[in-house]
């Protein structure tokens, strides 16, 4: 058996470790846009979260493929980057959840403007309207967590497929 010393240890970080430290990043990005910068949820700033949420796993599987060498598959890269992207996406299914819920003017807001838009189009009864944005209300939460699981699944699956299939080709071809 190897020793391992403690500082070897301390070194190695995760792809679900990684995927944490990612993860906070991207939510203490979300609380600085909208606390310190007064962005709107639905921002440009939005894409530095993506930027960051990119970064993270490409480090991640760049870490991987340093770590054992040239003969690292597809497969294997896919299979790191989901270990990182999963944690990501429930870190920011629960702050969604936690946002969206102590946050209820974004989903009113919202809310407003589709009673304004039916308003408009005039085929719609005061009392239509109203079980319209009653409904809503009780959809909204569960929707924008469902829309935030999707959005980081698919990216991460996306992001991982092709810097995944960039370093198996890079170091295969070697």
């Not at 946002?99 to 719609?124: P, V, W």
């Not at 980081?152 to 198996?168: E, F, K």
């Amino acid at each position: 058996m190897v020793p391992i010393s403690i500082s070897t240890k301390m070194k190695q970080t995760t792809p679900t470790q990684k995927g944490l430290i990612t993860g906070a990043l991207m939510i203490i990005a979300s609380l600085f846009s909208y606390y310190i910068l007064k962005n709107p949820v639905e921002s440009y700033f939005q894409f530095i979260i993506y930027f960051l949420y990119t970064v993270g796993i490409v480090w991640t599987l760049i870490a991987h493929s340093k770590k054992n060498g040239n003969t690292i598959s597809f497969k294997d890269y896919f299979s790191i980057g989901f270990k990182s992207f999963i944690v990501v996406t429930l870190l920011m299914a629960g702050f969604a959840y936690i946002y969206f819920s102590f946050h209820t003017e974004f989903r009113d807001s919202k809310i407003a403007e589709n009673n304004q838009m039916l308003l408009l189009q005039g085929d719609h009864l005061p009392k239509e309207i109203e079980e319209n944005a009653n409904q809503l209300k009780k959809m909204f939460l569960p929707l924008m967590i469902s829309s935030a699981v999707f959005r980081y699944l698919i990216l991460g699956a996306i992001i991982t497929a092709i810097s995944g299939g960039y370093l198996s080709k890079k170091y295969n071809t070697k």
